[in-house]
T-cell receptor
Framework: EAGVVQSPRYKIIEKKQPVAFWCNPISGHNTLYWYRQNLGQGPELLIRYENEEAVDDSQLPKDRFSAERLKGVDSTLKIQPAELGDSAVYLC?????????????FGEGSRLTVL | EDQVTQSPEALRLQEGESSSLNCSYTVSGLRGLFWYRQDPGKGPEFLFTLYSAGEEKEKERLKATLTKKESFLHITAPKPEDSATYLCAGGGSQGNLIFGKGTKLSVKP
C-alpha cells in the first residue's frame, strides 16, 4: 500500500515569492493534516481536514497561508508571499476515521528554505 | 493550554546501555498518548498508542508505559540502528496531536 506522498521534497525560494506544496494521502483516509516542523522542534498543526472540509485551521496564518483539499483527496498548501521565518519542513499526514486508532501516517515532508 | 514536554532533549548511549525517555503531558480530554520515531529527513513513524494509566506496550527493544501525568519510553540494550528522534504526542479532544519537541537519541557502537 502506498504511503502519504508529498512534493516537492525540497524547495528554495527568495522571500516574497510564492510556493505551493502538494499532498496525496493514503487511499481511503478521510482526515488530512498539514503540520509545520521547525528545526529541533516537534510538528505543529496548521490545518486539519475531514474529507473536503477544514475543521481546524486556527493555527494557519491566514494572511499568507492558504490550503485546499480537492474532492476530499489531494491537498495543496500555499504560502504567498513567503517570509524568512517560513523556512521549515511542511509535513502532511492522513488518518482513517473508520479505524479510529488515532494513528497518523506522515509523508516524508517538504523542506522549504526562504532566502 | 495543552502541553507536552519531553526530556532529555538529547541522550547519548553506548550500545547495550539501557535507559528511559520521559514525556510529561497536560492535555485536556486526552485521547491517547502517542510515540513516534523520526529519522533525519523523514516524517514521523508511528510506534505506540497508550490509552489508560497502567497500560504498557512493547516492540522489540522498546517499551512504552503510561501514568496519569507521564509516559516513559524504555529502551533495553539499544543498538546503533535505534538512533533517531523520538517524539511524544498527546491526542487532543479536537482530534489533532500535540507534539513535544522530541528526544534525540544517539547509540554508539
Amino acid at each position: 500500500e502506498a504511503g502519504v506522498v508529498q512534493s516537492p521534497r525540497y524547495k528554495i525560494i527568495e522571500k516574497k515569492q510564492p510556493v505551493a506544496f502538494w499532498c496525496n494521502p493514503i487511499s481511503g483516509h478521510n482526515t488530512l493534516y498539514w503540520y509545520r516542523q521547525n528545526l529541533g522542534q516537534g510538528p505543529e498543526l496548521l490545518i486539519r481536514y475531514e474529507n473536503e472540509e477544514a475543521v481546524d485551521d486556527s493555527q494557519l496564518p491566514k494572511d499568507r497561508f492558504s490550503a485546499e483539499r480537492l474532492k476530499g483527496v489531494d491537498s495543496t498548501l500555499k504560502i504567498q508571499p513567503a517570509e524568512l521565518g517560513d523556512s521549515a519542513v511542511y509535513l502532511c499526514a492522513s488518518s482513517s476515521y473508520l479505524e479510529n486508532t488515532g494513528e497518523l501516517f506522515f509523508g516524508e515532508g517538504s523542506r522549504l528554505t526562504v532566502l | 493550554e495543552d502541553q507536552v514536554t519531553q526530556s532529555p532533549e538529547a541522550l547519548r548511549l553506548q550500545e547495550g546501555e539501557s535507559s528511559s525517555l520521559n514525556c510529561s503531558y497536560t492535555v485536556s480530554g486526552l485521547r491517547g498518548l502517542f510515540w513516534y520515531r523520526q529519522d533525519p529527513g523523514k516524517g514521523p513513524e508511528f510506534l505506540f498508542t497508550l490509552y489508560s494509566a497502567g497500560e504498557e506496550k512493547e516492540k522489540e527493544r522498546l517499551k512504552a508505559t503510561l501514568t496519569k501525568k507521564e509516559s516513559f519510553l524504555h529502551i533495553t540494550a539499544p543498538k546503533p540502528e535505534d538512533s533517531a528522534t523520538y517524539l511524544c504526542a498527546g491526542g487532543g479532544s479536537q482530534g489533532n496531536l500535540i507534539f513535544g519537541k522530541g528526544t534525540k537519541l544517539s547509540v554508539k557502537p
